[in-house]
């Protein structure tokens, strides 16, 4: 093994991180100040409905059919491999087939949101029928148009420059902190304005990263173009990622969902504060961990084993400090949380306890994830993702009729469905890691 280029694959880890605490950092100050601006701005039901329809709408993301992910790891590959016209065919190839999901994707949206009465989907009448779909139209647009434009995402990362995404991050944050800022001193209050607003905030940083990238790096220029040999390797580790990513779907947008039919729609902001609030564990672990799926890649198809295994070593030892300040952000959240946002919502204990209890399980599926994400071995993965997608919404409902736990029902059903994950994951890369060392020792 290359001595050299271990040392230099560490050198751009910590260089990442570096880059990636500074940028995360301004982006998460600027969407905590822009939360509170945003519900003066339209009121804690509208933001409710807000912030449910964003989740709603997220959902077209999902239907990439996982080729972002499979796009980053066949270009690191073939970039560790040295074949960057291999690299460059794969980039064309997800492109244009990402643009080919997109286009009737984007038509059967905004064709049938004439027909859905979005009233009943946000159980709200705060908001008239009209203003509504006119919304959903919009975000649906932004949000398309970003599936394609996001692809520099996935790309980023195969490359080995993810702090670049926390940078695209926060040119979108402080976008949005600005122009809400602008709106709610100009305008009415009015969802679909703040709905233009988010999207043109989320497609503009892309478009600066994207124009950036291909300038660096124009052997990699992305055309019309597909290789037929490149659909089945994209899609066939792609459709194992889009099944893990429908976990996270099940998860982390039906949680909204579920409270506002269960609860109402102004129970959504509760939630969303403490998850807000406790994001910052998942923050923190995401700006450590996100270099590391291709930086796994470059070491396993480079065979340097030493070096994975040290380093998965070094993220257990984080969890523990990560599991520390869980238990500080928890026992002072009544306090974080007024100065915040004001004393005017009012939040349980047991949802703060239970919602940091999910994040810290979050982040110690992810020091698993990486490695095998990276690797593209997702079978064990696969499984447990699809007992959650088949368990967590009738458990979350059986949890609410059943105990008093109130909202603390949605996370409580979200840690127990990720509970099979959280074992099956790091015996799979014990696994992984004895038997490669052992074909290496042989």
């Known amino acids: 093994m290359n001595e050299a280029v271990s040392r230099e694959r560490t050198r751009n880890y910590l260089r990442q991180i570096k880059g990636a605490v500074v940028y995360r950092a301004v982006a998460m100050a600027a969407s905590f100040m822009a939360i509170p601006m945003m519900i003066n ?11 449910t329809l964003l989740t709603v709408m997220s959902w077209m993301v999902f239907f990439d059919l996982g080729v972002g992910n499979g796009l980053r790891n066949k270009v690191a590959e073939s970039l560790a491999s040295g074949d960057t016209s291999e690299a460059g065919s794969y980039i064309a190839s997800g492109y244009t087939l990402i643009g080919m999901i997109a286009m009737p994707l984007w038509v059967i949206v905004t064709v049938g949101s004439y027909f859905v009465p979005w009233q009943s989907v946000f159980n709200t009448d705060a908001i008239s029928a009209q203003v509504l779909g006119e919304t959903v139209r919009i975000v649906a ?16 990362g195969a490359v080995q420059k993810p702090s670049l995404v926390s940078l695209g991050q926060l040119i979108s944050n402080l ?9 709610s001193r100009t305008t009415e209050a009015l969802i679909s304005t703040l709905a233009f607003v988010y999207g043109t905030s989320l497609v503009a940083a892309n478009i600066l990263l994207s124009l950036w990238f291909y300038k ?9 173009y597909i290789d037929k040999r490149h659909i089945s390797p994209l899609l066939s580790v792609g459709l194992s990622f889009f099944i893990i990513q429908l976990t996270v779907l ?20 509760q939630y969303e504060v403490v998850f807000k609030m406790l994001s910052i564990i998942t923050f923190v672990h995401g700006i450590i961990s996100a270099p590391l799926w291709s930086a796994y890649t470059d070491a396993y198809t480079r065979n340097d084993i030493d070096w994975i295994k040290n380093t998965i070593s070094s993220q257990l030892k984080l969890f523990v400090v990560l599991v520390i300040v869980t238990l500080v952000l928890i026992v002072f959240s009544k306090y974080i949380i007024d100065a915040w946002i004001g004393a005017n919502i009012n939040i349980s204990t047991g949802l ?29 993965q696969l499984y447990t993702s699809v007992l959650v997608m088949i368990v967590y919404v009738p ?28 074992i099956a994951l790091p015996v799979q890369v014990y696994k992984l890691l004895q038997i490669q060392r052992n074909k290496l020792a042989k």
């Open 175 to 183: 976008l949005v902190l600005a122009l809400v800022y602008l709106i």
């Open 250 to 269: 099940a998860i982390f947008t039906t949680d909204k969902i579920l409270i506002a039919q269960l609860f109402g729609a102004e129970y959504v902001t």
């Open 141 to 156: 647009f932004f949000i398309l148009l970003n599936f394609w434009i996001g692809l520099i995402g996935p790309l980023l």
């Open 395 to 422: 458990l979350a409902i059986y949890i609410t009729e059943n105990t008093n736990m109130g909202i603390m029902s949605i996370p409580v059903a979200a840690v127990i469905g990720l509970l099979p994950a959280s």
């Open 216 to 224: 660096t790096q124009p052997e990699l220029r992305p055309r019309i």
């Open 41 to 51: 701005y339209l009121g804690q039901e509208q933001f409710g409905v807000w912030s």
């Open 352 to 380: 703060t306890i239970a919602t940091g209890v999910l994040v810290l399980l979050i982040s110690w599926n992810n020091i698993f994830a990486m490695l095998v994400n990276g690797l593209g071995l997702l079978r064990p």
